[in-house]
């Protein structure tokens, strides 16, 4: 049987600053920007037998032994340089993974699915780079924690901060999970104002320091919204590269389609999202198929397509919530992997996936500048393509145009947001989250 344990390859320390949890308050206190560094820069998993498909992990050097840092978390108590891993070619280069509420519910499925290795691949070490606020630093430890403790070869390094500034520094991903929830009595015109602020200024911090090509999926709502503010405070980073995750509905999409035709939701592909994550997107079942024939040749019940179905996608958060009693967070980690592996792997021949993307120069005469949910295919390079051969009827027509109608109102909404000027909201009276009823 194989036997597996973690051995520091070198004693030289980083010159990165260390910060321990009995220190954090001290720093806490004398700075608003604190960032905490959790690392673990060089282990390697020593392994009796490895197939060939497994991936080899970097081998270790086993000369000295490590330094050890009084006060701090266990694991990544020793700090150790890169360099055995450097010389060694069966991983790919680390990559940084920023994450924002990285203490809220979805982070806490997403982190470990991430640092699994089951998201960017089992040859690719992250490290992962967390953003929480004053409110949440001391569960951000706590995360941080078990992190450590599951032992994952592929997580390289952890930090955890409070200013996007250093916690976005080289970032290739940015999942932008936090956001404040609408709270009872709360307008969604501030609900829009209050979050707006939040990814102008992570727009901003993303537009000073992180990889000039970073890709960024907003999942904070009112997630098309608050990716457009983003995007606009970001122009140095191609407006291309922003995403807002409508995912999670393209998956309750398949699942519904599923469950009518009686068949598994493997079955169901093609399957497009169009507009706002909100109660107006559409699901489109004029364009998806299932095992490979159209919808409607398959469920012949259009008035079940055009009403049930439509508002079962539609509201399902609302009636996760009425349930669980919070909205989707299992799920909407689940989705937001399968958005970005959508976008690190090649599309299966035929299909694409949705995902809510800056509208300009679109093929299907969608207004320009908002940030719309399409049918997309990538190459597995982290870009996309619109798909453009799309069937269009006045229903779908109609519906996509109720749509676009409410994110250009959202987009008035926030002007004074955009760098647009005076903010006028006109919110149409039934815009709600998926997550309202
Ligand atoms: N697009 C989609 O498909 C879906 C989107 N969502 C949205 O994702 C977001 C996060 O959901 P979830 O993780 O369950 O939420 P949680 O409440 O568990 O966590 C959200 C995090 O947002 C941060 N936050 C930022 N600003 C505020 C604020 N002003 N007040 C309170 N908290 C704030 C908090 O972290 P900190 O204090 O560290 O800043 C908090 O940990 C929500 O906006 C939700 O509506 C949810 C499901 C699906
Ligand atoms: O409305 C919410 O906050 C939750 C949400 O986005 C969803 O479940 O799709």
Partial sequence: MAVAQFIPSSSSLTKRTTLYSSQLSQYLSSTHK????????????ICCSVTSNEVQAPVARQSNDPIKKPECFGVFCLTYDLKAEEETSSWKKMINVSVSGAAGMIANHLLFKLASGEVFGPDQPIALKLLGSERSIQALEGVAMELEDSLFPLLREVSIGIDPYE???????ALLIGAKPRGPGMERAGLLDINGQIFAEQGKALNAVASRNVKVIVVGNPCNTNALICL?????IPAKNFHALTRLDENRAKCQLALKAGVFYDKVSNMTIWGNHSTTQVPDFLNANINGFQVKEVIRDTKWLEEEFTEKVQKRGGVLI??????SAASTAVSVVDAIRSLVTPTPEGDWFSTGVYTNGNPYGIAEDIVFSMP????GDGDYELVKDVLMDDYLQSRIKKS???LLAEKRCVAHLTGEGIAVCDLPGDTMLPGEM
């Fill in 232 to 236: 606009k405070n970001a122009p140095d």
């Fill in 404 to 406: 676009e109608d409410e």
């Fill in 322 to 327: 009425q349930k669980w009693g919070r909205s």
């Fill in 167 to 173: 916690v976005f520094q080289d970032a290739e991903w």
């Fill in 34 to 45: 604190p960032l905490l560094t959790l690392r673990r820069t060089n282990y390697a998993k």
């Fill in 376 to 379: 997309c295919r990538s190459k």
